[in-house]
């Protein structure tokens, strides 16, 4: 089983542009997070895929694998799928350039689903962690993800899921982190099926999948990490990287 990882990065960030070039304890956001993704030793290559030349330079100049996408794309799946198309591998891990605190247990997490899914049940495994928190449970820029008995996902949202009309019902709150593991066939899919409008009014690229009868095996993790969206957030990452 040929398993690669992938970085989409784009410079044109909405909320924060040119986070990822942002610095954090000497080098930026992105080589951050390329470097620690290699540094997991989980895959057979790691390359950071993006339109941006500044980007892309900067993998390069400092000895890391990166790709020019040729067409321009809405979501970082989409990035992804055009770099793979020709690729021969199984697995391609998402890892988002903004979390440059990605660890490798988790990802180890993902990898381990598909060693198990003998009757290739599993289209795509995604990482969650539990959140009691209500300011997080109830921000949009938290996309919350509720599951089945087996950690399949049923929904994804920006709104607090499932909505406590009763509080003392034992309902617990998972925030998605963005780092999907997919199946090569499961990610060429998604790249020529057109977005249907759960996605389109949530703006969140794995609902297409639930939308299309894909299967998303969601892992529980504690490492919360930093997701690097706004400069307050590059604030608490310098913190944490001293």
């Avoid at 389109?200 to 609902?207: D, G, M």
């Avoid at 894909?214 to 604030?235: A, N, S, W, Y």
Wanted: charged share 30%; aromatic share 8%.
């Amino acid at each position: 089983m040929k398993i690669i990882s992938m970085i989409p990065a784009r410079y044109s960030a909405s909320r924060f542009p040119g986070k990822l070039m942002q610095d954090l304890g000497g080098k930026t956001v992105i080589l951050r997070t390329y470097e620690a993704t290699v540094a997991t030793n989980l895959f057979d290559d790691v390359f950071v895929v993006t339109d941006s030349d500044i980007i892309y330079n900067e993998i390069v100049n400092n000895g890391g694998k990166a790709i020019m996408s040729i067409k321009e794309h809405d979501c970082g799946s989409d990035r992804i799928a055009e770099a793979v198309e020709s690729m021969d591998v199984d697995i391609v891990i998402n890892v988002q350039g903004d979390e440059p605190f990605t660890d490798k247990e988790s990802l180890a997490k993902l990898i381990e689903v598909f060693k198990k899914d003998h009757d290739r049940n599993v289209d795509l495994a995604s990482l969650m962690v539990h959140i009691t928190n209500l300011d997080e449970i109830n921000n949009p820029n938290t996309v919350k993800v509720i599951i089945d008995q087996s950690n399949f996902a049923l929904y994804f949202s920006r709104s607090p899921i499932p909505y406590p009309r009763e509080n003392n019902v034992g309902v617990k709150y998972y925030k998605h982190k963005g780092v999907y593991a997919f199946r090569k066939a499961a990610i060429l899919d998604f790249y020529r099926l057109p977005m249907l409008p759960l996605e389109a009014s949530e703006k969140i690229e794995c609902i297409r999948y639930l939308e299309y009868g894909k299967r998303i095996k969601m892992v529980k993790t504690d490492v919360q990490g930093v997701e690097i969206d706004t400069p307050e957030d590059l604030e608490r990452a310098k913190k944490m990287w001293k």
